[in-house]
């Protein structure tokens, strides 16, 4: 599956974004989906995860109640509703497909499939 993530920007500390994940190829519906973050200087952190029918979700404890994510199966695309942002939220943000036979996970070896990432900028 590919992937192609977009609705990063500049955002003042607060404020909220909307990011997208547009995949193609193989049914969307089979694949449990994710959104991973990378700041500068910092290691590939997970955001959030959600099942392959939408079900079941994960958040990382930073984000939980402040960040939403979602998945329109007919559409094809997974998103993240991002409402409150702080200035540590600034990161490349990166969409993510599961391997065969994952039904939700944190970890990143689980996701075969990523996106080019998206910048995120929460201006303080």
């Known amino acids: 599956v590919q992937l192609q993530a977009s609705g990063g920007g500049l955002v003042q500390a607060g404020g909220s974004l909307t990011l997208s994940c547009a995949a193609s190829?193989?049914?969307?519906?089979?694949?449990?989906m994710s959104w991973f973050r990378q700041a500068p200087g910092k290691e590939r952190e997970f955001v959030t995860a959600?099942?392959?029918?939408?079900?079941?979700?994960y958040y990382a404890d930073s984000v939980k109640g402040r960040f939403t994510i979602s998945r329109d199966n007919a559409k094809n695309t997974v998103y993240l509703q991002m409402n409150s942002l702080k200035p540590e939220d600034t990161a490349v943000y990166f969409c993510?497909?599961?391997?065969?036979?994952?039904?939700?996970?944190?970890?990143?070896?689980?996701?075969?499939?990523w996106g080019q990432g998206t910048q995120v900028t929460v201006s303080s």
């Open positions: 993510a497909a599961g391997r065969g036979g994952v039904l939700i996970s944190r970890n990143p070896s689980d996701f075969s499939s």
């Open positions: 190829g193989r049914t969307f519906s089979g694949y449990a």
């Open positions: 959600i099942s392959r029918g939408g079900g079941t979700t």
